[in-house]
């Protein structure tokens, strides 16, 4: 089996907001990747992401952090979000990636795998569930804290369909 990977949008922010939202996403693939590279006004902001502008206690997640000197884990269960990612400096944007199972399905909960290493503070990997059959057409990352998406910041959203 072959598979594609098309682009759906790319977004670049001109300048700082509290979030970016990926809208309209058509439900033509069976799964979603979005690559971002997201930096914080206020350095080791957590960063988290909600489907459909649902901010209701649907979400759970469990995340794994190392330094390279230690390891510590997380656990959230019937959050408002999925633990996304932190980042380490106002400078250092890291990378950032997402995979959106099965987002189209309307007869099963969504998982979203989420990768992120920054050069400067650590890297991790979260899964999370959100506890909803609603097929997904639109993403939203913002701080959990209120601080600013710096400008330059960009993501870019993959639809992947398999051939």
Known sequence: ???TYDKIA?????????????????????????VASVGSANPTEAYV????SDSGSNYSWTRVTGNGSSATSARGT????????EIGSSTDKGVQLINVNNYSNTTTYKTALVRNSTASYHTSAIVGLWQSTSAINSITISSSGGANIVSGSTLTIYGVKAA
């Open 1 to 3: 089996m072959t598979v």
């Open 10 to 34: 790319t977004t670049t922010l001109g300048s700082a907001q509290s979030s970016i939202s990926l809208t309209s996403i058509p439900a033509t693939y069976t799964d979603l990747v979005i």
């Open 49 to 52: 992401i909600r489907f459909n």
């Open 78 to 85: 019937t959050q408002t979000y999925i633990s996304a990612f």
